[in-house]
């Protein structure tokens, strides 16, 4: 698919609290365009957060930010229009009742929808049809999904698919609307070493198309991933072009709490 120009992305002592303290606090790197950012930590260190509050989804309490040039949380409704999620617990999860056809479609109907010109609105019914495929089987390219390979090929439901593969239509939901930076939560969960290997070879590639990859994960992250580290302690990034120092006092339910409280900007 064509390379879009990645965002940059930085952060300087940058917190987000709830009602039960830090969800997190005091996290500095700068990461530029086409990175593979990768956000580690154990669960309840405010890593989902951290990766909302970047996308422009969530409210700081706390420190700067900017995403692709534009302030946090400022222009969050900007950065809302830059940066895609991919799969996010509780906020853009596939629907297991659909299937993969069904969630492409449902997608792309929605991006002709919200970020269409007026011409393009106007072209016949069979030009738009057409240009829709083709951004489907780019987005699908680009996040190495084959449907062909699939149990029932584009029939198959979510529920019937590996952990992997719906990592990867999630991936390819978020890239039909050729975003500068893509968010993926959980990026290794429940992924055996060989599967996890592949998760990252994938962000990895569409880091090095030109998309920005901001990426959740327990760790530990590929050694060429610029990484922000969440958690008790003063840790420095792993990249030449970041340095992270965060400390949390939260929770799984501080975290949760932080989310409640903030919202979505």
């Given at each position: 698919?064509?390379s879009?120009?990645?965002?940059?992305?930085?952060?300087g002592?940058?917190?987000?609290k709830g009602?039960?303290?830090?969800?997190?606090?005091?996290?500095?790197?700068?990461?530029?365009?086409?990175?593979?950012?990768a956000?580690?930590?154990p669960?309840?260190?405010?890593r989902?957060?951290l990766?909302?509050?970047?996308?422009?989804?969530?409210?700081?309490?706390?420190?700067?930010?900017?995403?692709?040039?534009?302030r946090?949380p400022?222009?969050?409704?900007?950065?809302?229009?830059?940066?895609?999620?991919?799969?996010v617990?509780?906020?853009s999860?596939?629907?297991p009742a659909?299937?993969?056809?069904?969630?492409l479609?449902?997608?792309?109907l929605?991006?002709?929808?919200?970020?269409?010109?007026?011409?393009?609105?106007?072209?016949?019914r069979?030009e738009r049809?057409?240009?829709?495929?083709?951004?489907?089987?780019?987005?699908?390219d680009?996040?190495?999904l084959d449907?062909a390979?699939?149990?029932?090929?584009?029939?198959?439901c979510v529920?019937?698919?590996?952990?992997?593969?719906?990592?990867?239509?999630?991936?390819?939901?978020?890239?039909?609307?050729?975003?500068?930076?893509i968010?993926?939560?959980?990026?290794?969960?429940?992924?055996?070493?060989a599967?996890?290997?592949?998760?990252?070879e994938?962000?990895r590639?569409?880091?090095?198309?030109g998309?920005?990859?901001?990426?959740?994960c327990?760790?530990?992250?590929?050694?060429?991933?610029?990484t922000?580290r969440?958690?008790?302690?003063?840790?420095?990034?792993?990249?030449d072009?970041?340095?992270?120092?965060?400390?949390?006092d939260?929770d799984?339910?501080?975290?949760?709490?932080?989310?409640a409280?903030?919202g979505?900007?």
């Amino acid at each position: 698919m064509d390379s879009p120009h990645g965002a940059a992305v930085t952060a300087g002592d940058l917190g987000l609290k709830g009602p039960r303290g830090w969800a997190f606090r005091d996290v500095t790197f700068s990461a530029g365009p086409g990175s593979l950012i990768a956000v580690e930590g154990p669960s309840g260190s405010g890593r989902t957060c951290l990766l909302l509050t970047l996308t422009g989804r969530m409210r700081p309490s706390e420190g700067r930010a900017e995403t692709g040039g534009l302030r946090l949380p400022r222009r969050a409704a900007a950065v809302r229009r830059i940066a895609a999620l991919g799969p996010v617990p509780g906020v853009s999860e596939l629907d297991p009742a659909l299937t993969v056809a069904e969630h492409l479609r449902e997608r792309a109907l929605l991006q002709r929808r919200y970020d269409g010109s007026l011409r393009a609105l106007l072209r016949p019914r069979r030009e738009r049809a057409a240009a829709a495929g083709a951004r489907i089987d780019a987005a699908l390219d680009a996040a190495g999904l084959d449907p062909a390979t699939l149990p029932k090929a584009e029939r198959t439901c979510v529920r019937d698919l590996e952990r992997l593969e719906a990592l990867r239509l999630s991936v390819a939901l978020a890239l039909i609307g050729r975003p500068a930076l893509i968010a993926v939560d959980d990026a290794d969960l429940k992924l055996s070493d060989a599967e996890r290997a592949e998760a990252w070879e994938l962000l990895r590639a569409l880091a090095a198309d030109g998309t920005t990859v901001l990426a959740v994960c327990s760790g530990p992250a590929p050694k060429d991933a610029v990484t922000v580290r969440t958690g008790a302690g003063t840790t420095e990034s792993t990249a030449d072009t970041s340095t992270t120092k965060n400390s949390t006092d939260t929770d799984d339910e501080g975290t949760a709490d932080a989310f409640a409280a903030t919202g979505r900007s």
